[in-house]
Protein backbone atom coordinates (compact mmCIF):
# COMPACT_ATOMS: atom_id res chain seq x y z
CA UNK A 1 0.00 0.00 0.00
CA UNK A 2 1.31 3.02 -0.99
CA UNK A 3 2.43 6.02 1.74
CA UNK A 4 -0.45 8.12 0.13
CA UNK A 5 -3.26 5.20 0.59
CA UNK A 6 -1.91 4.65 4.56
CA UNK A 7 -2.56 8.34 5.36
CA UNK A 8 -6.05 8.34 3.88
CA UNK A 9 -6.96 4.90 5.65
CA UNK A 10 -5.95 6.19 8.52
CA UNK A 11 -7.87 9.52 8.00
CA UNK A 12 -11.05 7.76 7.27
CA UNK A 13 -10.51 5.28 10.51
CA UNK A 14 -9.91 8.42 12.53
CA UNK A 15 -13.40 9.76 11.75
CA UNK A 16 -15.56 7.02 12.05
CA UNK A 17 -14.01 6.10 15.21
CA UNK A 18 -14.70 9.79 16.46
CA UNK A 19 -18.06 9.71 15.30
CA UNK A 20 -18.84 5.65 16.85
CA UNK A 21 -17.57 6.84 20.43
CA UNK A 22 -19.01 10.14 20.75
CA UNK A 23 -22.46 9.28 19.26
CA UNK A 24 -23.01 5.57 19.89
CA UNK A 25 -20.88 5.00 22.72
CA UNK A 26 -21.52 8.78 24.49
CA UNK A 27 -17.95 8.98 25.38
CA UNK A 28 -16.95 12.63 26.34
CA UNK A 29 -15.36 14.20 22.60
CA UNK A 30 -12.23 14.86 24.82
CA UNK A 31 -10.72 11.83 25.35
CA UNK A 32 -12.31 10.39 21.79
CA UNK A 33 -9.91 13.39 20.12
CA UNK A 34 -7.03 13.52 22.13
CA UNK A 35 -7.11 9.24 21.34
CA UNK A 36 -8.02 9.77 18.03
CA UNK A 37 -4.74 12.05 17.50
CA UNK A 38 -2.10 9.34 18.62
CA UNK A 39 -3.74 6.45 16.63
CA UNK A 40 -3.78 8.76 13.09
CA UNK A 41 -0.26 9.46 13.96
CA UNK A 42 0.71 6.22 14.77
CA UNK A 43 -1.00 4.45 11.94
CA UNK A 44 0.42 7.44 9.49
CA UNK A 45 3.97 6.66 10.54
CA UNK A 46 4.91 9.40 12.43
CA UNK A 47 7.47 8.93 15.20
CA UNK A 48 6.17 8.59 18.73
CA UNK A 49 7.75 11.43 20.43
CA UNK A 50 6.56 13.46 17.14
CA UNK A 51 3.24 12.32 17.59
CA UNK A 52 3.09 13.36 21.55
CA UNK A 53 5.43 16.86 20.70
CA UNK A 54 2.48 17.71 18.27
CA UNK A 55 -0.50 17.10 20.78
CA UNK A 56 1.20 19.47 22.92
CA UNK A 57 1.69 21.77 20.34
CA UNK A 58 -1.60 22.17 18.91
CA UNK A 59 -3.21 21.50 22.32
CA UNK A 60 -1.13 24.44 23.76
CA UNK A 61 -1.74 26.93 20.67
CA UNK A 62 -5.44 26.98 20.79
CA UNK A 63 -5.64 27.13 24.39
CA UNK A 64 -3.52 30.43 23.76
CA UNK A 65 -5.53 31.62 21.14
CA UNK A 66 -8.73 31.11 22.10
CA UNK A 67 -9.17 30.89 26.43
CA UNK A 68 -9.60 33.68 27.28
CA UNK A 69 -12.41 34.55 24.74
CA UNK A 70 -14.38 31.49 26.02
CA UNK A 71 -13.66 32.14 29.86
CA UNK A 72 -15.54 35.83 29.76
CA UNK A 73 -18.32 34.90 26.77
CA UNK A 74 -19.49 32.07 29.36
CA UNK A 75 -19.08 34.67 32.45
CA UNK A 76 -21.14 37.17 30.92
CA UNK A 77 -23.83 34.74 29.59
CA UNK A 78 -24.54 33.54 33.20
CA UNK A 79 -24.04 37.40 34.76
CA UNK A 80 -26.74 38.51 32.42
CA UNK A 81 -29.28 35.66 33.71
CA UNK A 82 -28.41 36.16 37.04
CA UNK A 83 -29.08 39.65 37.26
CA UNK A 84 -32.40 39.35 35.27
CA UNK A 85 -30.55 41.26 32.10
CA UNK A 86 -31.63 38.69 29.98
CA UNK A 87 -35.28 38.53 30.92
CA UNK A 88 -35.18 42.44 30.54
CA UNK A 89 -33.92 43.05 27.58
CA UNK A 90 -36.41 39.91 26.41
CA UNK A 91 -39.19 42.19 27.69
CA UNK A 92 -38.08 45.52 26.20
CA UNK A 93 -38.16 44.26 22.28
CA UNK A 94 -41.47 42.82 23.00
CA UNK A 95 -42.95 45.57 24.15
CA UNK A 96 -41.50 47.50 21.07
CA UNK A 97 -42.15 45.30 18.51
CA UNK A 98 -45.89 44.49 19.84
CA UNK A 99 -48.29 41.65 20.35
CA UNK A 100 -49.01 41.46 17.50
CA UNK A 101 -45.57 40.76 16.02
CA UNK A 102 -44.80 38.10 18.76
CA UNK A 103 -43.15 35.98 16.48
CA UNK A 104 -40.71 38.49 15.21
CA UNK A 105 -40.15 39.81 18.81
CA UNK A 106 -38.86 36.31 20.03
CA UNK A 107 -36.70 36.01 16.72
CA UNK A 108 -34.71 39.15 17.54
CA UNK A 109 -34.82 38.29 21.36
CA UNK A 110 -33.35 35.41 20.36
CA UNK A 111 -30.97 36.80 18.30
CA UNK A 112 -29.58 39.63 20.30
CA UNK A 113 -29.87 37.35 24.09
CA UNK A 114 -27.70 35.02 21.50
CA UNK A 115 -24.99 36.58 20.98
CA UNK A 116 -23.52 36.31 24.50
CA UNK A 117 -24.86 32.83 26.25
CA UNK A 118 -25.33 29.45 25.21
CA UNK A 119 -28.82 28.17 23.17
CA UNK A 120 -29.57 26.13 25.42
CA UNK A 121 -29.20 28.16 28.67
CA UNK A 122 -30.67 31.41 26.84
CA UNK A 123 -33.57 28.65 25.43
CA UNK A 124 -34.16 27.79 29.24
CA UNK A 125 -33.89 31.20 30.47
CA UNK A 126 -36.21 32.46 28.08
CA UNK A 127 -38.70 29.87 27.27
CA UNK A 128 -41.87 31.12 30.42
CA UNK A 129 -41.64 34.14 28.60
CA UNK A 130 -41.93 32.80 25.21
CA UNK A 131 -44.89 30.45 26.44
CA UNK A 132 -46.51 33.65 28.03
CA UNK A 133 -46.49 35.31 24.83
CA UNK A 134 -47.69 32.78 23.04
CA UNK A 135 -50.35 31.98 25.18
CA UNK A 136 -51.58 36.05 25.58
CA UNK A 137 -51.18 36.16 21.25
CA UNK A 138 -52.90 32.69 21.28
CA UNK A 139 -49.70 31.84 18.77
CA UNK A 140 -49.13 28.45 18.44
CA UNK A 141 -45.92 27.05 20.73
CA UNK A 142 -44.56 24.83 17.76
CA UNK A 143 -43.96 27.92 15.73
CA UNK A 144 -42.97 30.06 18.92
CA UNK A 145 -40.54 27.52 20.43
CA UNK A 146 -38.96 26.52 16.89
CA UNK A 147 -38.83 30.45 16.24
CA UNK A 148 -36.95 31.21 19.70
CA UNK A 149 -34.47 27.71 19.26
CA UNK A 150 -33.48 28.45 15.48
CA UNK A 151 -32.62 32.48 16.39
CA UNK A 152 -30.50 31.25 19.21
CA UNK A 153 -29.09 28.60 17.47
CA UNK A 154 -28.14 30.98 14.50
CA UNK A 155 -25.52 32.99 16.60
CA UNK A 156 -24.67 30.05 18.41
CA UNK A 157 -22.95 27.92 15.49
CA UNK A 158 -21.43 31.47 14.01
CA UNK A 159 -19.97 33.56 16.38
CA UNK A 160 -17.33 33.99 18.70
CA UNK A 161 -17.40 33.96 22.12
CA UNK A 162 -19.51 30.87 21.42
CA UNK A 163 -17.47 27.70 21.60
CA UNK A 164 -17.39 26.28 17.68
CA UNK A 165 -16.77 29.36 16.07
CA UNK A 166 -14.27 30.28 18.40
CA UNK A 167 -12.62 27.16 18.56
CA UNK A 168 -12.38 26.63 14.74
CA UNK A 169 -10.87 30.83 14.40
CA UNK A 170 -8.05 29.62 16.94
CA UNK A 171 -7.41 26.51 15.01
CA UNK A 172 -7.06 27.60 11.63
CA UNK A 173 -6.07 31.56 12.41
CA UNK A 174 -9.27 33.92 11.76
CA UNK A 175 -9.31 36.67 13.12
CA UNK A 176 -12.00 36.80 15.63
CA UNK A 177 -12.53 40.34 15.69
CA UNK A 178 -13.99 39.94 11.86
CA UNK A 179 -15.15 36.85 12.09
CA UNK A 180 -17.58 38.00 14.61
CA UNK A 181 -18.86 41.34 12.61
CA UNK A 182 -19.09 39.08 9.60
CA UNK A 183 -21.05 35.75 11.18
CA UNK A 184 -23.29 38.73 12.69
CA UNK A 185 -24.89 39.72 9.11
CA UNK A 186 -24.06 35.93 8.29
CA UNK A 187 -26.45 34.85 11.00
CA UNK A 188 -29.20 37.87 10.40
CA UNK A 189 -30.00 37.55 7.22
CA UNK A 190 -30.10 33.41 7.23
CA UNK A 191 -32.36 33.97 9.98
CA UNK A 192 -34.47 36.11 8.02
CA UNK A 193 -35.25 33.40 5.66
CA UNK A 194 -35.36 30.97 8.24
CA UNK A 195 -38.28 33.31 10.17
CA UNK A 196 -40.69 32.82 6.95
CA UNK A 197 -40.01 29.33 6.37
CA UNK A 198 -40.88 28.64 9.98
CA UNK A 199 -44.02 30.47 9.82
CA UNK A 200 -44.89 28.88 6.80
CA UNK A 201 -43.86 24.58 7.28
CA UNK A 202 -45.88 25.71 10.67
CA UNK A 203 -48.94 27.12 9.49
CA UNK A 204 -50.70 24.10 10.19
CA UNK A 205 -50.13 24.06 14.35
CA UNK A 206 -52.03 26.82 14.76
CA UNK A 207 -53.73 25.51 17.94
CA UNK A 208 -53.38 28.10 20.98
CA UNK A 209 -52.01 26.88 23.56
CA UNK A 210 -53.88 27.39 27.33
CA UNK A 211 -52.54 30.10 29.42
CA UNK A 212 -49.61 29.69 31.37
CA UNK A 213 -48.62 31.29 34.96
CA UNK A 214 -44.80 32.19 34.94
CA UNK A 215 -45.47 34.76 37.76
CA UNK A 216 -43.32 32.60 39.40
CA UNK A 217 -40.60 32.52 36.95
CA UNK A 218 -40.40 36.40 37.05
CA UNK A 219 -40.66 36.65 40.48
CA UNK A 220 -37.14 35.07 40.67
CA UNK A 221 -35.61 38.01 39.92
CA UNK A 222 -36.24 41.04 43.06
CA UNK A 223 -36.46 43.29 40.17
CA UNK A 224 -35.41 43.97 36.57
CA UNK A 225 -32.80 46.17 35.51
CA UNK A 226 -33.27 49.10 32.92
CA UNK A 227 -33.63 47.44 29.57
CA UNK A 228 -31.20 49.80 28.24
CA UNK A 229 -28.38 49.23 30.93
CA UNK A 230 -29.14 45.44 30.07
CA UNK A 231 -28.28 45.67 26.43
CA UNK A 232 -24.98 47.49 27.19
CA UNK A 233 -22.55 44.48 28.12
CA UNK A 234 -23.75 42.80 25.28
CA UNK A 235 -23.28 45.85 22.61
CA UNK A 236 -20.33 47.45 24.18
CA UNK A 237 -17.64 44.88 23.23
CA UNK A 238 -19.62 44.21 19.34
CA UNK A 239 -18.64 48.13 19.24
CA UNK A 240 -15.05 48.17 20.42
CA UNK A 241 -14.23 44.90 18.34
CA UNK A 242 -16.13 46.94 15.11
CA UNK A 243 -13.94 49.86 15.97
CA UNK A 244 -10.56 48.07 16.33
CA UNK A 245 -11.33 45.75 12.95
CA UNK A 246 -12.20 49.44 11.19
CA UNK A 247 -9.30 51.13 12.21
CA UNK A 248 -6.70 48.48 11.76
CA UNK A 249 -8.24 47.99 7.83
CA UNK A 250 -7.81 51.58 6.81
CA UNK A 251 -5.46 53.11 9.16
CA UNK A 252 -2.00 52.88 7.71
CA UNK A 253 -0.21 53.54 11.36
CA UNK A 254 -0.88 51.68 14.62
CA UNK A 255 1.16 54.01 16.52
CA UNK A 256 -0.39 56.93 19.25
CA UNK A 257 -1.75 56.14 22.60
CA UNK A 258 -5.35 56.66 21.31
CA UNK A 259 -4.93 54.05 18.27
CA UNK A 260 -2.89 52.05 20.58
CA UNK A 261 -5.55 52.15 23.75
CA UNK A 262 -8.51 51.48 20.72
CA UNK A 263 -6.86 48.24 19.51
CA UNK A 264 -6.45 47.37 22.97
CA UNK A 265 -9.57 47.47 23.74
CA UNK A 266 -10.62 46.48 20.81
CA UNK A 267 -9.48 42.43 20.94
CA UNK A 268 -12.00 40.36 21.56
CA UNK A 269 -10.73 38.68 24.73
CA UNK A 270 -10.54 42.49 26.01
CA UNK A 271 -13.63 43.76 24.62
CA UNK A 272 -15.60 41.19 26.51
CA UNK A 273 -13.92 41.23 29.54
CA UNK A 274 -14.87 44.96 29.42
CA UNK A 275 -18.70 44.11 29.06
CA UNK A 276 -18.13 41.28 32.12
CA UNK A 277 -17.33 44.32 33.48
CA UNK A 278 -20.11 46.42 32.83
CA UNK A 279 -22.50 43.56 33.65
CA UNK A 280 -22.21 43.95 37.04
CA UNK A 281 -23.27 47.04 37.44
CA UNK A 282 -26.99 46.92 35.27
CA UNK A 283 -28.96 45.95 38.30
CA UNK A 284 -28.29 47.72 41.46
CA UNK A 285 -30.69 44.82 43.17
CA UNK A 286 -27.88 42.64 42.16
CA UNK A 287 -25.88 41.37 45.46
CA UNK A 288 -22.11 41.78 45.02
CA UNK A 289 -21.85 38.32 47.40
CA UNK A 290 -23.46 36.09 44.25
CA UNK A 291 -20.02 37.03 42.35
CA UNK A 292 -18.45 34.26 43.82
CA UNK A 293 -21.46 31.62 42.85
CA UNK A 294 -21.35 33.34 39.19
CA UNK A 295 -17.31 32.84 38.48
CA UNK A 296 -18.13 29.32 39.85
CA UNK A 297 -20.14 28.50 37.54
CA UNK A 298 -18.78 30.09 34.10
CA UNK A 299 -15.67 28.60 35.52
CA UNK A 300 -17.35 25.09 35.36
CA UNK A 301 -18.88 25.38 32.11
CA UNK A 302 -15.84 26.79 30.58
CA UNK A 303 -13.93 24.19 31.67
CA UNK A 304 -15.28 21.34 29.75
CA UNK A 305 -15.10 23.74 26.15
CA UNK A 306 -11.69 24.59 27.13
CA UNK A 307 -11.11 20.99 26.72
CA UNK A 308 -12.72 19.34 24.55
CA UNK A 309 -11.68 22.60 22.22
CA UNK A 310 -8.19 22.07 23.06
CA UNK A 311 -8.20 18.61 21.87
CA UNK A 312 -9.11 19.36 18.76
CA UNK A 313 -6.55 21.29 18.02
CA UNK A 314 -4.36 18.81 19.21
CA UNK A 315 -6.04 16.43 16.61
CA UNK A 316 -5.70 19.17 14.03
CA UNK A 317 -2.11 19.61 14.61
CA UNK A 318 -1.25 16.02 14.20
CA UNK A 319 -3.10 15.58 10.96
CA UNK A 320 -1.27 18.56 9.63
CA UNK A 321 2.28 16.78 10.64
CA UNK A 322 1.12 14.00 9.09
CA UNK A 323 0.46 15.25 5.69
CA UNK A 324 -2.99 13.89 5.42
CA UNK A 325 -4.58 17.28 4.97
CA UNK A 326 -2.61 18.17 1.92
CA UNK A 327 -3.28 14.60 0.50
CA UNK A 328 -7.30 14.91 0.47
CA UNK A 329 -6.90 18.55 0.14
CA UNK A 330 -4.86 18.22 -3.48
CA UNK A 331 -7.55 15.79 -4.52
CA UNK A 332 -10.23 17.72 -3.43
CA UNK A 333 -8.99 20.57 -5.16
CA UNK A 334 -10.10 18.76 -8.24
CA UNK A 335 -14.00 18.46 -7.46
CA UNK A 336 -14.78 22.67 -7.89
CA UNK A 337 -16.54 21.97 -4.52
CA UNK A 338 -14.13 25.19 -2.91
CA UNK A 339 -15.60 26.34 0.21
CA UNK A 340 -18.89 23.85 0.39
CA UNK A 341 -15.80 21.31 1.98
CA UNK A 342 -16.02 22.39 5.09
CA UNK A 343 -19.48 22.79 5.55
CA UNK A 344 -20.27 19.03 3.63
CA UNK A 345 -17.70 17.57 6.11
CA UNK A 346 -19.17 19.58 9.45
CA UNK A 347 -22.76 18.42 8.01
CA UNK A 348 -21.78 14.80 7.81
CA UNK A 349 -20.10 14.88 11.26
CA UNK A 350 -23.32 16.83 12.78
CA UNK A 351 -26.03 14.67 11.17
CA UNK A 352 -23.78 11.35 12.47
CA UNK A 353 -23.10 12.92 16.28
CA UNK A 354 -25.32 15.31 17.48
CA UNK A 355 -22.94 18.34 18.79
CA UNK A 356 -22.67 20.73 16.75
CA UNK A 357 -19.28 22.37 18.89
CA UNK A 358 -17.41 18.64 18.62
CA UNK A 359 -18.53 19.18 14.87
CA UNK A 360 -16.85 22.44 13.76
CA UNK A 361 -14.22 21.59 16.27
CA UNK A 362 -13.25 18.59 14.22
CA UNK A 363 -13.93 19.45 11.07
CA UNK A 364 -11.32 22.39 11.73
CA UNK A 365 -9.05 19.89 12.90
CA UNK A 366 -9.27 18.03 9.15
CA UNK A 367 -10.18 21.40 6.91
CA UNK A 368 -6.75 22.82 8.58
CA UNK A 369 -4.06 21.15 6.61
CA UNK A 370 -6.03 21.50 3.08
CA UNK A 371 -6.23 25.27 3.20
CA UNK A 372 -3.38 25.94 0.75
CA UNK A 373 -4.52 23.11 -1.49
CA UNK A 374 -8.08 24.27 -1.45
CA UNK A 375 -7.03 28.39 -1.81
CA UNK A 376 -8.72 29.32 1.14
CA UNK A 377 -5.51 30.61 3.24
CA UNK A 378 -6.27 34.44 2.84
CA UNK A 379 -7.67 36.54 5.47
CA UNK A 380 -10.88 36.81 4.26
CA UNK A 381 -11.13 32.96 2.81
CA UNK A 382 -10.26 32.08 6.45
CA UNK A 383 -13.58 33.89 8.25
CA UNK A 384 -15.38 32.30 5.21
CA UNK A 385 -13.86 29.11 6.35
CA UNK A 386 -15.33 29.66 9.83
CA UNK A 387 -18.54 29.94 8.60
CA UNK A 388 -19.35 27.61 6.48
CA UNK A 389 -17.99 25.14 8.65
CA UNK A 390 -20.68 26.73 11.30
CA UNK A 391 -23.47 26.46 8.91
CA UNK A 392 -22.60 22.91 8.20
CA UNK A 393 -22.90 22.57 12.13
CA UNK A 394 -26.39 23.25 12.25
CA UNK A 395 -27.84 20.74 9.70
CA UNK A 396 -29.82 18.63 11.08
CA UNK A 397 -30.60 18.98 14.45
CA UNK A 398 -32.63 15.80 15.50
CA UNK A 399 -33.16 13.37 18.20
CA UNK A 400 -29.65 13.10 18.41
CA UNK A 401 -28.49 16.64 19.81
CA UNK A 402 -29.34 17.34 23.30
CA UNK A 403 -30.42 21.04 21.69
CA UNK A 404 -33.51 19.46 20.15
CA UNK A 405 -34.37 17.98 22.97
CA UNK A 406 -34.01 21.22 24.99
CA UNK A 407 -36.23 22.82 22.28
CA UNK A 408 -39.02 20.53 22.32
CA UNK A 409 -39.46 19.74 26.07
CA UNK A 410 -39.55 22.95 27.03
CA UNK A 411 -41.82 24.32 24.64
CA UNK A 412 -44.21 21.06 25.11
CA UNK A 413 -44.10 20.08 21.48
CA UNK A 414 -44.55 17.15 20.35
CA UNK A 415 -41.72 15.52 19.04
CA UNK A 416 -42.88 14.71 15.60
CA UNK A 417 -43.82 18.06 14.73
CA UNK A 418 -40.66 19.41 16.04
CA UNK A 419 -38.74 17.01 13.59
CA UNK A 420 -41.05 18.39 11.18
CA UNK A 421 -40.90 22.03 11.78
CA UNK A 422 -37.45 23.03 14.46
CA UNK A 423 -35.63 19.95 12.57
CA UNK A 424 -36.37 21.16 9.19
CA UNK A 425 -35.43 24.62 9.88
CA UNK A 426 -31.94 23.76 10.89
CA UNK A 427 -31.73 22.48 7.58
CA UNK A 428 -32.71 25.94 6.21
CA UNK A 429 -30.77 27.96 8.12
CA UNK A 430 -27.74 25.98 7.97
CA UNK A 431 -28.18 26.09 3.59
CA UNK A 432 -28.95 29.98 3.68
CA UNK A 433 -26.06 30.68 5.75
CA UNK A 434 -24.18 28.25 3.05
CA UNK A 435 -25.27 30.17 0.10
CA UNK A 436 -24.43 33.51 1.40
CA UNK A 437 -20.87 32.02 2.16
CA UNK A 438 -20.62 31.13 -1.12
CA UNK A 439 -21.29 34.35 -2.66
CA UNK A 440 -19.37 36.28 -0.17
CA UNK A 441 -16.77 33.83 -1.44
CA UNK A 442 -16.94 34.60 -4.68
CA UNK A 443 -16.90 38.33 -4.48
CA UNK A 444 -13.59 38.36 -2.02
CA UNK A 445 -11.54 35.09 -2.40
Given at each position: ??????????F???????????????I??????????????????LP??????????????????????????TT??V??????A????????L??V?N????????????????????????????????????K????M?????????????????IPP?????????????S??K???????V???????????I????K?????????N??S??????S?????????????????????????????????????????????S??L??????????????????????M????K???????????????????????I??????????????????????????????S???????????????????????????????????A??M?????N??????V??????EV???????????????????????I??????
Amino acid sequence: MSHEAILITSFIISVIAIIFFTAKLKINAFYVLILAGICVGILSGLPTDKVIQSLKEGFGNTLASIGLVIVFGTTLGVMLERTGAAYSMAEFILRKVGNKNAPLAMTITGYVFGIPIFCDSGFVVLSSLNRSVAAKTRRSMTIMGSLLGISLYSVHCLIPPHPGATAAAGIIGASLGKLMLIGLAVAMFSLAITFFWIQYIGKNHTEPEEAINTESDQTKYESLPNPLLSFLPVLLPIILIAIKSVLTTYSASSEGIFISLIIFIGDPSIALLIGLFTSLFVNPQFKFASIHSVMEEAIKNAGVILLITAAGGAFGSVLKTTGIGAVIGEYLSYSGLGIFIPFLIAAGLKTAQGSSTVSIITTSSIVLPMLNELQLATEMGLILVVLSMGAGSMIFSHTNDSYFWVVTKFSNIEVNKSLKVFSSSTFVIGLSAQIIVFILSLVFV
